[in-house]
Antibody
């Protein structure tokens, strides 16, 4: 079935780095734009970053611009998020989400289960 | 991109209808709504203002008037108790509303 599975979360000290991965299955990964979305504990959803199906177009939210880097490997059906200069405010569950590129642009139709990133000393 | 404002809470009794508003969505064609249970990933319930994905009960409907998008849940059921988020797409970024906790009394 169509599935996204995140990994790579964990505990990291302020100023540290972490790389998240998202493994896709059940669909043609290279046909879809992908995103990272996060949710701080007890808070709402925050869009983090977007990458087009080919990887040629990338966008970031203001709060992560210059610190986070999104990438993908279509040969491995995988999405990544390199996070540097992490602060306590980055503590959140990070979800990868597929944009329903062809039928409903701007819509996230498939979500992973999330991976928790905790930034603490 | 403008912020999206949702009421923090909404409630209704089983069988009733409840409408959740999302103010600030007037400029955007692509407004979607997501349902989230505690500890679970969000789930798409409405896309492009009013389109209902396959598998979503027809009790869920979306609309937009002026600067406000709305999600209406008709014939409330206990399983509809969840957090609901609106989201707008502005070409190079997305913005989520703050979320509304729906309680079924």
């Amino acid at each position: 079935q169509v599935q996204l599975v995140e990994s790579g979360g964990g505990l990291v000290k302020p100023g540290g780095s972490l790389r998240l991965s998202c493994a896709a299955s059940g669909f043609i990964f290279s046909d879809y734009n992908m995103n990272w979305i996060r949710q701080a504990p007890g808070k709402g959803l925050e869009w983090v970053s977007y990458i087009s199906s080919s990887g040629s177009t990338i966008y970031y939210g203001d709060s992560v611009q210059g610190r986070f880097t999104i990438s993908r490997d279509n040969a491995k059906d995988s999405l990544y998020l390199q996070m540097n200069s992490l602060g306590v405010e980055d503590t959140a569950v990070f979800y990868c989400a597929r944009e329903d590129t062809h039928s409903n642009p701007g819509t996230f139709d498939i979500w992973g289960q999330g991976t928790l990133v905790t930034v603490s000393s | 991109q403008s912020a999206l404002t949702q009421p923090p809470s909404a409630s209704g009794s089983p069988g009733q209808s409840v409408t959740i508003s999302c103010t600030g969505a007037g400029h955007y064609t692509y407004v979607s709504w997501y349902q989230q249970y505690p500890g679970k990933a969000p789930k798409l319930v409405i896309s492009e203002v009013s389109k209902r994905p396959s598998g979503v009960p027809d009790r869920f409907s979306g609309s937009k008037s002026g600067n406000t998008a709305s999600l209406t849940v008709s014939g409330l059921q206990a399983e509809d108790a969840a957090d609901y988020y609106c989201c707008s797409y502005g070409g190079s970024r997305w913005v989520f509303g703050g979320g509304t906790k729906l309680t079924v009394l």
